[in-house]
């Protein structure tokens, strides 16, 4: 690692466990960066390219990168995370083989999850003493950071067999962003997870402080601004392939969303 990344994130060479709330600058690891990270969005939206496939992120999201992972945020308002940088278990002095906790069961390591609102408040107050435990003692660090790893393990819903309707609409928004380019039908959506509409309106007007028909929006545009700034595709093909029939709403919807067009995406020139 270069110097100036060393005094930028680490105390001592011989730390093992760095927590930041920097967001990386360029679409690249670190030279000999190692480490490999855990972060859980606190406030504010953005978009999370990782290897080629972009991910909107908002608050109670977690999600594991590795260090060979290559990623950037992009069009981030008001973003406030917590980053969880983790050397391998055999660098601890106490806790050996942890990456038996991290989750691994699914193709993509990183994979993007929400929490809700009880485990969120848990991770936080974790968080929050893992935080102050970096100048005490590696004992009562590494042993915080074990606990974290336990509680994330316990509180996704994955591994949560609670079948309440939170735990359903939290598997709804998974759906729905491995789907949201297709044409949605709410109710049957809601039926499908055995959830009632009015269910799904309240927790996303609550929770998301959107409305479910506007959380779609943002995910499909969120896409196709990934697709304008990072693929060949023509605005047309992008514009079809979110959802958007009419190319004309498409541009107006974008304009809205992120003050520019999505000529100026794809041309580099947007402010």
């Known amino acids: 690692m270069d110097s100036q990344n060393f005094k930028d994130y680490f105390i001592s060479e011989h730390q093992n466990i760095i927590i930041t709330s920097r967001i990386p600058k360029n679409y690249s690891p670190k030279p000999n960066f190692n480490y490999n990270k855990i972060t859980f969005i606190i406030d504010g ?12 992120i908002y608050p109670r999201m977690l999600f594991f990168t590795q260090s060979t992972d290559l990623h950037i945020y992009e069009t981030t ?22 990456e038996a906790l991290i989750p691994k069961q699914f193709a993509s390591f990183h994979i993007h999850r929400f929490l809700d609102l009880e485990s969120a408040s848990k991770i936080q107050d974790l968080l929050k003493k893992l935080i102050d435990s970096q100048n005490k003692t590696y004992i009562e660090q590494e042993s915080l950071f074990l606990r974290l790893l336990i509680l994330l393990r316990y509180c996704s819903y994955f591994y949560n ?11 709804l928004i998974r759906w729905l962003h491995w789907n949201f380019e297709q044409d949605i039908d709410w109710n049957n959506l809601a039926d499908q997870f055995s959830v009632s509409i009015r269910t799904v309106h309240r927790y996303f007007n609550r929770d998301i402080n959107l409305s479910p028909q506007r959380y779609l929006v943002k995910l499909r545009l969120f896409n ?5 700034k990072y693929t060949n595709k023509s605005i047309s093909l992008i514009a079809q392939n979110n959802g958007f029939d009419d190319q004309s709403y498409f541009t107006t919807c974008f304009k809205k969303e992120f ?13």
Do not use: C, M
Request: glycine share 6%; no cysteine; aromatic share 14%.
């Open 45 to 56: 939206i953005g978009l999370h390219v990782i290897n080629g496939k972009s991910y909107p």
């Open 77 to 98: 308002q008001n973003l406030n995370a917590i980053s969880i940088f983790y050397q391998p278990s055999d660098k601890f002095w106490l806790i050996k083989g942890f």
């Open 161 to 171: 067999k609670d079948n309440n309707n939170e735990r359903r609409i939290l598997q």
């Open 224 to 228: 196709a601004f990934y697709q304008l």
């Open 259 to 271: 003050n520019f067009t999505p000529r100026e995406t794809q041309l580099g020139i947007a402010r």
